[in-house]
């Protein structure tokens, strides 16, 4: 079966700090990968999807970037923290269809608590 | 422009009692619709979704939900509410062949005992 993994669960770091959250899925290949950031009351904005290594597509512009250095990796990176990039920050996958869209539905990971202080 | 609306931020119930919750959405075809819930701290788990066919659709943990074309809505039920359904709940629409997928901004749910 597919498992999806995020790491850290928990993260503190002072603004102007680097970060790296990570995200991998096992049991699948060519996942589509997605980054989600959620903010209490606002649901969850969609930051980066990727279709396969190498390829990002951004949905925000933002303090933040995501790499796929490998087929079932996903990494959000930022050089420098703001106090706004604090919230919660899911990794997500889905099968890959057609041209590499989406087919059914994400599956989430367990999610990574952000504070920028 | 397609979107998601959850008209309830928060519904208390009571534990037995029977639940709904709302979700209508603004998209130019039929969408695939999702149901999420979330535990607080966790992440988001399925709890059904409807790609085509039959309009009343049963996930996990005895939810249902019923997809109206008319009034473009899929709301979540539940007949008999235990305490542990007290969550966040999410819906959601994933446009066919698109990598799009818009969530609402949730309904927290409460039940008291």
């Known amino acids: 079966s597919q498992t999806i993994h995020q790491w850290p669960a928990t993260l503190v770091q002072p603004v102007g700090s680097p970060l790296s959250l990570e995200c991998t899925v096992e049991g699948t290949s060519n996942p589509n990968l997605y980054w989600y950031r959620q903010a209490a009351g606002r649901g969850l904005q969609l930051l980066f999807y990727?279709?396969?290594?190498?390829?990002i597509s951004s949905e925000v512009p933002q303090n933040l970037s995501a790499s796929r250095p490998q087929d079932r990796q996903f990494i959000l990176s930022s050089k420098k923290l703001l106090l706004s990039d604090s919230g919660f920050y899911l990794c997500a996958w889905s099968l890959s269809g057609l041209a590499g869209t989406r087919t059914g539905e994400l599956f989430f990971g367990e999610g990574s608590r952000l504070t920028v202080l | 422009a397609q979107s998601v609306t959850q008209p309830d931020i928060h519904i208390t119930v009571s534990e037995g009692a029977s639940l709904e919750l709302r979700c209508n959405y603004s998209?130019?075809?039929?969408?695939?619709l999702f149901w999420y819930v979330q535990s607080p701290g966790q992440g988001l788990q399925l709890l059904l979704k409807?790609?085509?066919?039959?309009?009343l659709v049963q996930g996990i943990k005895g939810f249902e939900a019923e997809f109206k074309r008319s009034q473009s809505s899929f709301n979540l039920r539940k007949p008999s509410v235990h305490w542990s359904d007290a969550a966040e709940y999410f819906c959601a629409v994933g446009a066919p062949l698109s990598n799009q997928f818009y969530f609402g901004t949730g309904t927290s749910l409460t039940v008291i005992p």
């Open positions: 998209y130019g075809a039929t969408p695939y």
């Open positions: 409807y790609f085509s066919g039959d309009t």
């Open positions: 990727s279709v396969g290594i190498g390829q």
